[in-house]
């Protein structure tokens, strides 16, 4: 027994040092350009391709092994270069949230490429040559790369600390990351020192992910798998932290194999699955490490300051134009059934669109007028929609109470994580909601009897009065419209004016006597309700509901929405929502390689509307008016 566990830990540093490579890629570049960068889960995935190609042409034997790893960070290293001239270079002025779409965007552009290239198979590669076998360790055999790799990480770990330390571009590297603007000031080229930087990081994601060659195959999944447990390595070390990167990927790679190697266990008279925890545990770590130190463990600590914008002009109620064109679309909204006739499958989409409209506008409800990034809004969305289907299914109520109670398990959910949410801000408060979106998923995936598991739940079908798809479509339309209308009647009320308050100038609203955190934290969860119908609605209207409506795609799905329509319009998160429903759909049928395109678009959009679509179009009415006020053209895009 203790002789299996000693080799699990074992298996625990190679782990880290792997994971250590691909996180402190991330966290480099983080500290110098600020940017929360998704695609950097992408260069790993890249990274293993890439080695394995490279393998196979050079040979498997000797140096060729090693030389095709090294040229497959190098490789993977100077694409980074190039997205990075190419695409952020051109988002760097624009909110942090625009330039976190736009590696969105590249993520899905890259993963279609990968498909592309390589196909949608799983490609295992050769072992490391002079590494096949394995050493007796305790009377256990353990595998000679895999030792290897443990000394992999300190190795690269001390590399870091002299380029750092002893180089003048480790001195830059270290003085951008502590101030930005005064190295611009001293004369330093900042455009080539943050392309320098990302193409490093991506070499390091690239090495981490070219050395899993003989220990995992190369798949199409790796790029949001990796970016989730790298986010967590650098918020838990310490944002901009290299030794605290090494010291947080070894607290998770043994605590997970720790869960492995205790396999199950008994506590008070129940038999629990240990190893299941290795799917959360992580999330769980960070979840424990931001509510107790929540600048990492090595980190620095630094002012809670909610809000790095300046304070945007204030909200007007909607104009008598704006309420006749509401009414307008409503009214063409309502006849679209009848319309149908022609278009059998637009009542079908729009149900979608309306759904996906009240997810994002709950999630803006927190990002634009409350200043709170949320990276984990699908957990109330999927607590919605599961809370209607087991009322249905397991208390036996009707459909109706049913829809009108499932929003309620959503609401408990985000009172409990927004109690601890709203006491963090920027990238701590979106990673502390993505811990307890993982968390929740993790217990739904893995809740056979109750949830379903991996399966999830079907047969959660409406009632007999709503069974045909144009019933279920004015439902629907009444109530995302009735949801909509409170939640925009919310921010006029003394709520919204304290949420706003608290965003712009928190030291200002302490002073009025406005409790800040009191505030954020009823938004936080009215959004949560909000979200929750939202997820009602989707069970509903699919007849099923699976663990696929709480995962990280779904969260990314509705930043993209909320931030493609733009986060400082109440019109963006619907517009967003409608435009980015639409694309999926249209350009999913339209091609194998979907998400590239889609990729492509979203990334455009970005570029040529830096404010959101309606933020844009708002904008370039204002200029067509003949008037040079931004402010007022922001301010009319708030009504």
Not at 23 to 32: E, N
Not at 244 to 254: H, R, V
Not at 542 to 569: C, F, H, N, Y
Request: aromatic residues 10%; neutral net charge; charged residues 10%.
């Amino acid at each position: 027994m203790m002789s299996g566990l000693a080799v699990q830990l074992l298996n625990g540093l190679a782990g880290a040092s792997t994971l250590f490579l691909i996180a402190v890629g991330l966290s480099l570049i983080f500290g110098v350009s600020r940017i929360v960068n998704f695609a950097h889960g992408s260069m790993t995935m890249i990274g293993l391709y890439v080695a394995y190609t490279l393998v196979g042409v050079l040979g498997d034997s000797g140096v060729a092994w090693w030389a095709g790893v090294l040229l497959a960070a190098l490789a993977v290293g100077a694409l980074g270069a190039l997205i990075e001239i190419g695409v952020l270079r051109r988002v760097y002025h624009a909110p942090e949230l625009f330039q976190l779409l736009a590696t969105f965007a590249v993520v899905l552009i890259l993963r279609d490429a990968a498909l592309w290239i390589w196909g949608p198979e799983d490609l295992f590669g050769p072992k490391a040559p002079g590494m096949k076998g394995a050493v007796d360790i305790l009377g256990r055999a353990f595998p000679q790369y895999d030792l290897f790799l443990i000394f992999v990480g300190p190795v690269v770990l001390l590399a870091l600390w002299l380029l750092l330390r002893r180089t003048r571009a480790g001195i830059l590297i270290r003085a951008a990351t502590q101030d930005r603007e005064m190295v611009g000031a001293l004369g330093v080229n900042q455009a080539w020192l943050f392309t320098g930087v990302f193409a490093l990081g991506s070499a390091l994601a690239a090495l981490g992910g070219a050395l899993q060659l003989p220990r995992e195959p190369a798949n199409l999944g790796l790029d949001l798998t990796t970016i989730g447990e790298a986010f967590v390595v650098v918020v838990v070390g310490g944002m901009g932290s290299i030794p605290g990167a090494y010291l947080a990927a070894l607290l998770i790679a043994e605590i997970k194999a720790l869960c492995y190697g205790l396999g199950t266990v008994e506590l008070f008279g129940t038999i629990f699955s240990m190893s299941k925890l290795t799917l959360v545990v992580e999330f769980l770590v960070m979840a424990a490490v931001l509510v107790w130190r929540p600048w990492g463990l090595l980190g620095r600590p630094q002012a809670n300051v909610r809000s790095a914008a300046e304070a945007e002009a204030p909200m007007r109620p909607m104009g008598r134009g704006a309420q006749l064109a509401v009414a307008c679309v409503f009214a063409v909204l309502l006849m679209v059934p009848w319309l149908g006739e022609q278009f059998p499958y637009a009542t079908v989409l729009l149900i979608d669109m309306l759904i996906a409209a009240l997810f994002a506008a709950s999630l803006h409800f927190v990002m634009g007028p409350g200043g709170m990034h949320s990276f984990g809004h699908a957990a109330y969305f999927g607590l919605g929609a599961y809370g209607a289907a087991l009322l249905l299914r397991g208390a036996a109520l009707p459909m109706e109470a049913a829809l009108v109670l499932g929003p309620l398990v959503a609401l408990v959910g985000a009172v409990v994580f927004g109690w601890f949410a709203v006491r963090l801000s920027g990238v701590y408060l979106a990673m502390l909601t993505l811990a307890f979106a993982q968390i929740v998923w993790s217990v739904v995936f893995q809740w056979d009897d109750v949830t379903g598991g991996s399966n999830g739940l079907v047969g959660i079908w409406p009632a007999e009065w709503l069974s045909s798809k144009t019933a279920y479509y004015w439902l629907t339309l009444a109530t995302v419209g009735a949801s909509l209308y409170l939640l925009r009647r919310l921010l006029f009320s003394p709520l919204g004016y304290a949420m706003r308050a608290g965003r712009d100038s928190p030291l200002r609203a302490e002073a009025t006597g406005i409790d800040v955190v009191r505030q954020h934290w009823i938004a936080f969860s009215v959004a949560g309700l909000f979200c929750g119908l939202a997820g009602a609605l989707f069970a509903f209207a699919k007849g099923s509901i699976s663990p696929e409506a709480i995962s990280v795609g779904r969260s990314v799905d509705g930043l993209v929405m909320v931030l493609l329509g733009g986060v400082q319009t109440l019109a963006g998160p619907v517009v967003g929502a409608g435009v980015f429903t639409w694309l999926q759909d249209s350009v999913s049928r339209a091609t194998e390689y979907w998400r590239a395109l889609l990729g492509a678009v979203v990334l455009g959009l970005v570029i040529l509307f830096p404010q959101g679509i309606a933020g844009g179009l708002l904008a370039l009415v204002a200029r067509m008016r003949g008037t040079d006020d931004a402010g007022a053209a922001a301010a009319g895009g708030r009504r």
